[in-house]
């Protein structure tokens, strides 16, 4: 080895050659710390990860899912839009039924069940909402709801790919709605399932443009926005399941932003359809999303 290389060994492995290595890397580990602290909400700890698929769900909206829907919107007659959204609503409420007397709700499940019954057949297969006018209120519910309701906690804030706000118990919701929603038991064959949850998720966004719209223009921050109404929505809702028995029934939202049917996002309040096949479910927030691509959540 060279004299040369020796002197510049020497002066690389020196405490004063070390220290700007020293300083970086500790100001580095500084820095990792403080942003992992900052991240960690006791409501959302998941925050990194969720901000990055919140914006992911966010670009995929804006690039495919919005354009659609616009032009869906624009070539559909508002009477049309509202028919679907009635019909999908009217699937919503065969699993929101099935909920009520999962909680055991006995009276509530029987107000499903008169509502569902005149829809689909007075009302052409749930088009027409003949039953609000009635008396016979939607009941929004969900599985999610079903599992709080005996005592399960929420766990977690989670933004699903393309579904958007959720937590464990909606998520299981999700499954479940898969798995056992109407969808799969009246539509045998899957490219019906699929062209029908097509239709639902453009006719959804469709019926939130202006919404969206204005959520873009008042959030400072639309993800902890649309995270907040969630999580101010869903405690509501579990509140209300646990402490009163039932969501309050009152008249659905007939306006064309939040239609019969619409949903909350996902899911005007929790207009639970049927995820897996078509639904809207319940879990996000009525105003809060710019609603990732399948925003139906």
């Given at each position: 080895?060279?004299?040369?290389?020796?002197?510049?060994?020497?002066?690389?492995?020196?405490?004063?050659?070390?220290?700007?290595?020293?300083?970086?890397?500790?100001?580095?580990?500084?820095?990792?710390?403080?942003?992992?602290?900052?991240?960690?909400?006791?409501?959302?700890?998941?925050?990194?990860?969720?901000?990055?698929?919140?914006?992911?769900?966010?670009?995929?909206?804006?690039?495919?899912?919005?354009?659609?829907?616009?032009?869906?919107?624009?070539?559909?007659?508002?009477?049309?839009?509202?028919?679907?959204?009635?019909?999908?609503?009217?699937?919503?409420?065969?699993?929101?039924?099935?909920?009520?007397?999962?909680?055991?709700?006995?009276?509530?499940?029987?107000?499903?069940?008169?509502?569902?019954?005149?829809?689909?057949?007075?009302?052409?297969?749930?088009?027409?909402?003949?039953?609000?006018?009635?008396?016979?209120?939607?009941?929004?519910?969900?599985?999610?709801?079903?599992?709080?309701?005996?005592?399960?906690?929420?766990?977690?804030?989670?933004?699903?790919?393309?579904?958007?706000?959720?937590?464990?118990?909606?998520?299981?919701?999700?499954?479940?709605?898969?798995?056992?929603?109407?969808?799969?038991?009246?539509?045998?064959?899957?490219?019906?399932?699929?062209?029908?949850?097509?239709?639902?998720?453009?006719?959804?966004?469709?019926?939130?443009?202006?919404?969206?719209?204005?959520?873009?223009?008042?959030?400072?921050?639309?993800?902890?926005?649309?995270?907040?109404?969630?999580?101010?929505?869903?405690?509501?809702?579990?509140?209300?399941?646990?402490?009163?028995?039932?969501?309050?029934?009152?008249?659905?939202?007939?306006?064309?932003e939040g239609g019969a049917g619409a949903g909350p996002l996902g899911n005007g309040g929790s207009d639970?359809?049927?995820?897996?096949?078509?639904?809207?479910?319940?879990?996000?927030?009525?105003?809060?999303?710019?609603?990732?691509?399948?925003?139906?959540?």
């Open positions: 080895m060279t004299l040369h290389s020796q002197a510049r060994m020497s002066r690389e492995t020196s405490p004063a050659a070390r220290l700007p290595r020293v300083a970086v890397c500790s100001l580095l580990g500084i820095a990792l710390l403080l942003g992992g602290c900052a991240t960690r909400d006791p409501q959302d700890p998941l925050q990194p990860y969720n901000r990055a698929m919140f914006s992911i769900n966010q670009n995929i909206d804006k690039v495919v899912l919005k354009p659609v829907a616009t032009g869906y919107r624009n070539v559909t007659p508002e009477p049309v839009r509202r028919g679907v959204s009635n019909f999908f609503g009217n699937l919503g409420d065969v699993w929101s039924t099935g909920n009520d007397f999962l909680q055991g709700h006995v009276a509530q499940g029987f107000n499903g069940i008169m509502r569902v019954s005149v829809n689909t057949v007075f009302g052409v297969l749930g088009l027409v909402d003949i039953a609000t006018p009635l008396g016979l209120y939607k009941q929004p519910n969900d599985f999610g709801l079903t599992l709080a309701r005996w005592g399960l906690g929420g766990g977690p804030y989670i933004v699903l790919p393309l579904l958007g706000p959720s937590n464990v118990l909606d998520t299981v919701d999700t499954v479940a709605n898969a798995s056992f929603g109407p969808s799969v038991y009246l539509f045998h064959d899957s490219g019906t399932r699929y062209g029908l949850f097509t239709l639902n998720v453009v006719n959804h966004r469709a019926n939130l443009l202006s919404t969206t719209d204005l959520l873009e223009q008042i959030a400072i921050d639309p993800y902890i926005f649309t995270r907040d109404a969630y999580l101010q929505r869903r405690r509501a809702e579990v509140r209300a399941v646990r402490n009163t028995g039932v969501l309050a029934l009152e008249p659905a939202d007939d306006s064309d639970n359809g049927d995820a897996g096949g078509m639904g809207t479910g319940a879990s996000a927030p009525a105003a809060a999303s710019p609603p990732a691509v399948g925003a139906t959540r």
